[in-house]
């Protein structure tokens, strides 16, 4: 596999940066941030052609800063234990994959610009697809241990 574009981003370094494309808690800026998404000069661009009319594509990229990965990390919400890498969206994985879900604000020739991205500067992109409501989103879907989390700071709140 190749990179078919590079993300241009205000976050230069992974402190900082959002840990998902919509979770912003613990940014410096506290907000989604704009960025923008390049094609790189072996894509044409007719490749972007009908894209405009979506809301939201997805991005598949490289977590191209990693170093090696662990089977067991501890996610930054929740209680602090070690949970298996897969079970998680950690960024060090066995094959350092992406995949984050953003607004799409505009196309201009090569560049797609975007809201609410989670990569750092330089990331390199791999693919592009466009969100597709009915196909993409499962909003009764469980997500096992999160699920658990969010439960646990629902009641830490209303306890407040």
Do not use: C
Request: charge should be negative; glycine fraction near 8%; avoid cysteine.
């Amino acid at each position: 596999m190749e990179p078919i574009a590079i993300a241009h981003t205000p976050y230069k370094e992974r402190f900082g940066t959002p840990h998902q494309a919509t979770t912003v808690r613990g940014t410096r800026e506290g907000e989604p941030l704009e960025a923008t998404i390049e094609l790189l000069p072996h894509v044409p661009v007719e490749a972007l052609r009908s894209l405009e009319g979506f809301e939201r594509v997805w991005l598949i990229y490289v977590f191209h800063m990693n170093e090696g990965w662990s089977a067991m990390v501890r996610p930054p919400r929740g209680p602090r234990i070690k949970r298996g890498v897969l079970a998680t969206r950690s960024p060090h994985r066995p094959n350092p994959i992406g995949l984050s879900a953003v607004r799409l604000l505009g196309i201009e020739g090569r560049t797609l610009r975007v809201h609410g991205l989670d990569l750092l500067d330089g990331t390199p992109v791999l693919d592009i697809k466009p969100y597709v409501p009915y196909a993409d989103a499962f909003p009764e879907a469980r997500a096992g241990w999160v699920d658990e989390v969010d439960a646990m700071e629902r009641a830490e709140t209303e306890d407040e």
